[in-house]
């Protein structure tokens, strides 16, 4: 992927630092001078003073009653704001009733079709108290969990914030999931109630989303009602007393309906991602931490103003959908872009198209789409006016030079800074990130935000300069996790027992002489596939839940586009026979177990897999084989010749 002019940029090592129009009318400057700070030093000082710094920010949404306290800290637990009362989504919908935003576009929405819908903040306010008032005739309370599983349609939003504003508990599960990751995910929950629809587009086919849902539910004894969303208009069968059409239980409900003053700290959603064991984990976010740290990052870091067209092209399903697509753009109430398909269907210009369709000002990204896009070629964006564009970012993995030049050139015009924001479903926000006063230095999130603390630490608490170690959190912010749901011994192991009172981010990371942040990746056995977290030993035990598979290794390899592969290494049941065949059936496998951004790349056959003697998949040994890297001493494995193995097969 040669680039004229590239390897001069990156051999210079050119910071590339903001221009004085977009510092000067940047929100973060504003709000220094609103508050009499001279300069970002200043405000990195005064911001480390969190009940200050936080409560101040804390005052831009409405309370319905104000907190005694800021910030409780008894770690590994927070609160924040506390014996307050506040509703995050009467401060996405209902607080902008008051104001001339409710007349504003919330939502430009376009199908994969080509169909397209717009919702204004009133409309979104009418909807949203519709489904509210048909959810509370079907007996929903505040604290039930409802699970929501849709792809992106307007009514996955407006399923959210009616859940918020009633005080009930989401636990959105991606719609490319299967239906046993949702049957997991549902009864995990113990949710009462299903929201879903008939089916959705991707590169033009029909996906069958009732379809996985009525398999997920086959076991699922909590979920009692369903409610559908028509969205393909295809023929489903709908089960008698448990399956009601979306239109139909909202039709004639009043547009109208109160939201429950939730506590501050009331559980707003719960979002399982990939952890090291096979089983999930259900992060847990509050209503009042939550709606103030998603607001405020989203506003500092992407600068959003009342006239800019804001879109962000990740998926609701995954937290950055959650935090940047629904919750936080809602609060500040500026006009999002939502689109429901495949990025490069039916041509390779799809999303520059809806750029310049809509004016889209602030773009929202990851590397690996960046990736996809570099290799499909710059001709694409050039066939569009891309001028309204004024910042772009990223989010998902560590942003290879040469894919944030291409994206700086092909799609910023060289006009645009990049925002490479550092964050988690547990951060709930941006934690490590620029902003648009940072000069920056491509492939870098620069530095922690004010009111945030990060630093790399050796394997003994220390901290590092100039090398890798161990991205920690030293202080709390408002929209952390709040725990595990249903599971606080895993949430103290897995964040809080390393570094105590350091949240561990599971991150390795290197910072530069200049306080610079360069995240190296997972430090975990977590894989980071086109952005998406799995966990090695999900596909691993999905692998072994076929009937011929005896023990499965799961790594992954560096990759131009998806920044990792999936390798599973196999040994099969006695009596089974490697194939062609059996290898694509395996992958299928996997799709069906957990999804088809799981399904590995490759499947290889071995007779073993390296083990030490307690019986631990060595991953670090046949991930250092299949990449040519120093191996280390194998003694102590059980299985040594295994590793022979590994690299015959490979
Ligand atoms: O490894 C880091 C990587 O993505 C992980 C979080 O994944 P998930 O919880 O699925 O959330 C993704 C969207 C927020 C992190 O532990 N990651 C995320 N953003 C970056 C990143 N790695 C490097 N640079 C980033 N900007």
Same mark, same amino acid.
């Given at each position: 992927m040669a680039e004229k002019g590239l390897d001069v940029l990156l051999k210079e090592r050119r910071v590339f630092e903001p221009s004085k129009e977009l510092v000067e009318n940047s929100n973060v400057k504003r709000w220094m001078d609103k508050h009499g700070i001279k300069d970002y030093d200043e405000l990195l000082e005064r911001a480390k003073d969190l009940d200050w710094f936080w409560g101040e920010v804390a005052k831009e949404l409405e309370w319905h009653k104000p907190w005694k306290k800021v910030l409780e800290w008894k770690p590994p637990y927070a609160k924040w704001f506390v014996g307050g009362k506040i509703n995050i989504a009467y401060n996405a919908v209902d607080r902008h009733m008051k104001t001339p935003t409710k007349d504003k576009v919330a939502y430009i929405w376009e199908g994969e079709p080509g169909d397209v819908r717009k919702l204004t903040y009133t409309e979104l306010y009418e909807e949203v108290n519709k489904l509210v008032n048909a959810l509370k005739s079907f007996? +929903?309370?505040?604290g039930d969990r409802v699970g929501i599983y849709l792809p992106m349609i307007p009514e996955l939003p407006i399923a959210m914030l009616a859940c918020a504003k009633m005080g009930a508990i989401h636990s959105v599960v991606f719609s490319g999931f299967s239906a046993k990751a949702l049957r997991e995910r549902v009864n995990d929950a113990e949710a009462k109630l299903l929201i879903t629809c008939d089916g959705s587009y991707r590169r033009g086919k029909v996906v069958p989303t009732k379809k996985n849902a009525d398999e997920a539910l086959e076991e699922a004894p909590t979920v009692k009602k369903v409610i559908v969303v028509k969205r393909t208009g295809e023929k489903v069968p709908m089960k008698e007393g448990r399956d009601l059409w979306w239109g139909e239980v909202t039709k &004639?409900? !009043?547009?109208t309906a109160d939201s429950e003053p939730t506590d501050s700290e009331d559980i707003l959603y719960i979002l399982y991602t990939s952890g090291t064991t096979g089983k999930s984990k259900g992060v847990i976010h509050v209503h009042g931490g939550y709606a103030v740290g998603t607001y405020q990052t989203l506003k500092w870091v992407? /600068? $959003?103003?009342? &006239?800019d067209v804001w879109w962000c092209a990740a998926d609701i399903g995954w937290v950055t959908g959650h935090s940047y697509i629904v919750y936080a753009p809602l609060i500040a109430g500026v006009t999002s872009v939502m689109y429901e398909g495949a990025p490069a269907y039916p041509d390779p210009d799809r999303w520059w198209s809806i750029v310049e369709k809509y004016g889209v000002t602030v773009f929202y990204t990851s590397p690996t789409s960046i990736r996809a896009h570099m290799k499909l070629g710059e001709q694409w964006p050039q066939k569009h006016g891309l001028s309204s564009l004024r910042l772009l970012g990223t989010v998902g993995e560590p942003i290879n030079p040469e894919a944030w030049i291409w994206y700086y050139k092909h799609i910023g015009n060289e006009r645009c800074q990049i925002m490479d924001t550092w964050w988690q479903t547990e951060s709930g926000t941006f934690c490590i990130s620029p902003l648009p006063i940072t000069p920056l230095k491509p492939g870098s999130a620069t530095k922690p935000l004010p009111g945030f603390s990060a630093d790399v630490f050796d394997e003994k608490g220390k901290p590092l300069t100039g090398a890798g170690g161990s991205l920690v959190q030293l202080t709390p912010w408002p929209a952390m996790l709040r725990g595990l749901y249903k599971d606080p011994k895993r949430y103290q192991e897995t964040y809080w027992s390393k570094f105590p009172n350091y949240y561990l981010t599971g991150d390795m990371a290197r910072k530069d002489e200049d306080g610079y942040f360069w995240v190296q990746g997972?430090?975990? /056995?977590?894989l980071n596939v086109a952005g998406h977290r799995i966990g090695n030993s999900e596909v691993e035990s999905a692998l072994v839940s076929h009937k011929k598979v005896a023990e499965a290794a799961v790594i992954g390899k560096p990759h131009e586009i998806k920044g990792e592969s999936i390798t599973a290494f196999v040994v099969l049941k006695a009596g089974a026979e490697p194939s062609e065949e059996l290898r694509a059936e395996l992958r299928e496998h996997v799709g069906k177990e957990i999804g088809k951004i799981a399904r590995p790349d490759e499947v290889l056959f071995v007779g073993d897999v390296p083990k030490t003697r307690s019986g631990k998949i060595m991953r670090r040994v046949i991930k250092a084989v299949v990449t040519g890297k120093l191996v280390g001493d +194998?003694?102590? $494995?059980?299985? !040594?010749?295994a590793v022979q193995e590994i690299g015959k097969a490979k």
């Open positions: 007996g +929903i309370k505040k &004639d409900q !009043p547009t992407f /600068d $959003l103003k009342d &006239d997972r430090a975990d /056995d977590v +194998i003694s102590t $494995l059980r299985n !040594p010749e």
